[in-house]
């Protein structure tokens, strides 16, 4: 009678390491998915939301872009989200890169000489009012000029002139909207 005790003890014994050895488990399975989110994240996607309407119409405010931070090389046209000076973050499209050389005339935009075909843009271009930058304006090695496609509703390169690559954190290459209720008060 006193083996059977015995046996009945170790038995619940061993039950109990088996739910600690589970829950050891899954604490360590959490952890690296804790560990692999935060490395995806952290180098190698990112994500914003968009503030504003100056990216209209291709962006609403309230977007949710997810951006890539690898394999980072831009072009005109590419949609980036950039700190900008202030430390903020916005979305904006390149519209030059370095050793471009910038114009603003007639309400459209040259870039090198050359008329900029920007079919995401709906009004004209102007130069904003108390900007820093005197056009024709060339962009040093390792310069880019950012705008917003709202171009009269837009912080941008022609304000605040133009940003380093290394304030660009990524290409957009995602979007999701989201619909967030508003209350008047």
Same mark, same amino acid.
């Given at each position: ?28 399975r959490f952890l690296l998915l804790f560990a692999v989110l935060f490395i995806v994240f952290h180098s190698i996607i990112g994500f914003s939301f968009v503030k504003g309407n ?7 405010? &309230?977007? *949710?872009?997810?951006?890539?931070? +690898? ?10 989200? =950039? #700190?900008? !000076? ?26 090198? &000489?050359? *008329?900029?075909?920007?079919?995401? +843009? ?10 820093? =930058? #005197?056009? !024709? ?26 940003? &380093? ?21």
């Open positions: 009678m006193g083996e059977k005790r015995k046996a009945g003890r170790g038995h619940r014994t061993r039950k109990y390491d088996g739910m600690k050895y589970g829950w050891l488990l899954g604490v360590r100056s990216m209209e119409p291709a962006l609403q405010e &309230g977007n *949710l872009v997810l951006y890539t931070r +690898i394999n980072l090389q831009y072009e005109r046209g590419d949609v980036v989200s =950039v #700190r900008i !000076p202030s430390g903020e973050y916005y979305v904006k499209r390149i519209i030059a890169m370095e050793g471009d050389t910038i114009d603003l005339r007639g309400g459209k935009v040259y870039v090198n &000489g050359e *008329l900029l075909e920007e079919p995401y +843009i709906s009004e004209e271009t102007v130069a904003a009012k108390g900007g820093i =930058v #005197r056009y !024709p304006y060339t962009l040093a090695e390792g310069q880019l000029f950012v705008m917003g496609d709202n171009r009269p509703d837009s912080m941008d390169s022609r304000s605040f002139g133009a940003v &380093g690559i290394r304030q660009i954190k990524g290409k957009v290459w995602f979007r999701a909207e989201f619909f967030v209720e508003r209350v008047i008060s």
